[in-house]
């Protein structure tokens, strides 16, 4: 709950044996994992154990997140941590994208936050509310409905430069898409197949 205790040797150790007991027993989410043996103490749980840390460092600690990624079998995974464990981003591409594109692409999902990898991630409801408050904005300035329709599909445009990873300004070369440099990097094929971006405190009901 506090940089200080985020720091503390002690809690840093024990994040990281959670991390490595999921990795190796295959966890999938935080219920799985907190009624697992804990690997430093088989005769407690995970979650029984992590009552035990509480008790000794004297904050809060909760398991809030887990998400396991693995790589397709053509694929390949990059990863990036910000900050001291503040931002950590895991991302896999596919199509040829070297280790060094997809590092760099690793950064930019940290910096730039996008909420999807391509357009068609994005729902049919999402984009309709979307259009919907792009049209009102319009047509409440008095635009004429034809004008209202045109500014809606520039929006439109806007919110998938924003929202979209693929779309967006890469973080490095503002000039270019994040799709334009990985087929300049690493080929045509090149892309990215998923993303996860794990911030703290994000998941914990803060």
Same mark, same amino acid.
């Given at each position: #709950?506090?940089?200080? &205790?985020?720091? *503390?040797?002690? @809690? &840093?150790?024990?994040?990281?044996?959670?991390?490595?007991?999921?990795?190796?027993?295959?966890? /999938?989410?935080?219920? #799985?994992?907190?009624?697992?043996?804990?690997?430093? !103490?088989?005769?407690?749980?995970?979650?029984?154990?992590?009552?035990?840390?509480?008790?000794?460092?004297?904050? *809060?600690?909760?398991?809030?997140? %887990?998400?396991?990624?693995?790589?397709?079998?053509?694929?390949?995974? *990059?990863?990036?941590?910000?900050?001291? =464990?503040?931002?950590?981003?895991?991302?896999?591409?596919?199509?040829?994208?070297?280790?060094?594109?997809?590092?760099?692409?690793? %950064?930019?999902?940290?910096?730039?936050?996008?909420? @999807?990898?391509?357009?068609?991630?994005?729902?049919?409801?999402?984009?309709? /509310?979307?259009?919907?408050?792009?049209?009102?904005?319009?047509? !409440?300035? =008095?635009?004429?409905?034809?004008?209202? $329709?045109?500014?809606?599909?520039?929006?439109?445009? $806007?919110?998938?430069?924003?929202?979209?990873?693929?779309?967006?300004? @890469?973080?490095? !070369?503002?000039?270019?898409?994040?799709?334009?440099?990985?087929?300049? *990097?690493?080929?045509? !094929?090149?892309?990215?197949?998923?993303?996860?971006?794990?911030?703290?405190?994000?998941?914990?009901?803060?």
């Amino acid at each position: #709950e506090t940089d200080f &205790v985020a720091r *503390n040797p002690d @809690f &840093v150790a024990f994040a990281e044996e959670l991390a490595a007991q999921a990795l190796s027993s295959g966890a /999938t989410g935080v219920d #799985e994992l907190n009624t697992q043996a804990y690997s430093g !103490d088989a005769a407690h749980t995970v979650e029984e154990a992590i009552s035990q840390k509480v008790a000794t460092i004297g904050e *809060n600690i909760v398991l809030s997140r %887990l998400e396991r990624v693995e790589a397709g079998a053509e694929n390949r995974l *990059n990863s990036y941590i910000h900050g001291g =464990g503040k931002i950590g981003v895991v991302v896999e591409g596919a199509g040829g994208v070297t280790s060094e594109a997809l590092h760099d692409v690793a %950064l930019h999902v940290a910096a730039a936050e996008p909420r @999807f990898v391509a357009r068609e991630e994005v729902t049919e409801d999402l984009l309709e /509310t979307e259009r919907e408050i792009a049209l009102k904005q319009a047509m !409440d300035q =008095g635009k004429p409905e034809e004008i209202a $329709k045109r500014i809606v599909e520039g929006k439109m445009e $806007k919110f998938f430069v924003q929202e979209v990873l693929l779309d967006q300004a @890469f973080a490095k !070369d503002s000039g270019k898409s994040v799709a334009q440099y990985l087929k300049e *990097n690493s080929g045509d !094929d090149a892309t990215v197949v998923r993303f996860v971006r794990f911030k703290l405190g994000e998941g914990s009901g803060e």
